[in-house]
C-alpha cells in the first residue's frame, strides 16, 4: 500500500483570503492541496473554476489536487492543466467517456483520478483502474464540507484496495482521527480534510492526528 498523504481541501477555509489559506496547508505539513470543483449541475453547489486555481498557485508549492465535481469533465481539463493542476480527479457519474477524460488527462501531463459516489459500487470503476493513478471513494454525498462520514464506504475501499494493491486510494469527506484509522485500516492512504483540518488550533498538529 502506497505511502499516507493528506490532502487538505480549501472548501471549508477562508474563502476570503486564499493566499493565507494556502500558506497554512503549506505550514501544516499537509502533502496536497485539494480542490472541490463544484458547476451546479452535477452537484447543487458552485464553488470555483481555473481562473481561481491559477490564483492561487504562486502561492503554494503543494501538489495541486483537483476533485472535479462536474457533469461535462471534458470541457474542464484543459482549463485546469492551464491552471497548473497537477491532479485532476472526474466522477463515474458524470456525462463523459471515462476512457477518453483518463486519455487527455494523462495528455496534458497530468495524474489522472476517477471518482465515486457513496451510493456507486466499485465495479464502477474497477475497469479503469489499471488506467488511472488514483481512485477517489467519497465517503460523504459530494456538494459541501462538514458532513457526516458514511461507514458503509468502508467495504468499498476495501474492494478497490484489493483489486488494485499499489494505487493511490483517496477518501474524500468527514476525514477526522476517528475516521481516518477507519479507512487507513481498509486500505485507504490518500486523506483529504477540509473542516477537521481548518478548525484545528495547530493545523500541523492536526494533520498529523490523521497520519
Ligand atoms: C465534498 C468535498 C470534500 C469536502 C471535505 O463534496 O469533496 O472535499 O469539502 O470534507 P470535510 O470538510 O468533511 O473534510
Ligand atoms: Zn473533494
Redesign the pocket.
Known amino acids: 500500500m502506497p505511502e499516507t498523504i493528506i490532502s487538505a481541501?480549501i472548501?471549508?477555509s477562508d474563502l476570503s483570503d486564499l493566499r493565507s489559506t494556502a500558506k497554512a496547508v503549506e505550514k501544516s505539513g499537509a502533502d496536497w492541496l485539494?480542490f472541490?470543483v463544484?458547476d451546479g449541475e452535477f452537484?447543487e453547489?458552485i464553488t470555483f473554476g481555473s481562473s481561481v486555481l491559477a490564483a492561487v498557485k504562486p502561492h503554494t508549492t503543494a501538489f495541486l489536487d483537483v476533485?472535479l465535481?462536474a457533469a461535462h469533465p471534458q470541457r474542464q481539463i484543459k482549463l485546469f492543466a492551464n491552471a497548473g493542476a497537477d491532479n485532476i480527479t472526474f466522477h463515474i457519474e458524470s456525462d463523459c467517456d471515462p476512457a477518453e477524460v483518463i486519455r487527455e488527462i494523462h495528455a496534458l501531463g497530468l495524474k489522472a483520478g476517477i471518482a465515486v459516489k457513496p451510493k456507486t459500487p466499485a465495479e464502477a470503476i474497477i475497469p479503469y483502474l489499471a488506467d488511472v493513478d488514483m481512485a477517489l471513494v467519497?465517503t460523504?454525498?459530494?456538494?459541501?464540507?462538514?458532513?457526516g462520514?458514511i461507514p458503509d464506504t468502508l467495504p468499498k475501499i476495501r474492494e478497490l484496495r484489493k483489486a488494485a494493491p499499489d494505487l493511490h486510494i483517496e477518501v474524500?469527506?468527514?476525514?477526522?482521527p476517528e475516521t481516518s484509522k477507519l479507512v487507513r485500516e481498509a486500505g485507504a492512504n490518500v486523506l483529504?480534510?477540509?473542516?477537521?483540518?481548518?478548525r484545528a488550533q495547530d493545523m500541523h498538529a492536526a494533520a498529523e492526528q490523521l497520519r
Request: aromatic share 12%; no cysteine; hydrophobic share 40%.
Open positions: 481541501s472548501l471549508n485539494h472541490d463544484m452537484v453547489n476533485h465535481m467519497m460523504v454525498e459530494p456538494g459541501y464540507g462538514g458532513q462520514f474524500d469527506g468527514g476525514i477526522n483529504v480534510a477540509g473542516t477537521f483540518l481548518f
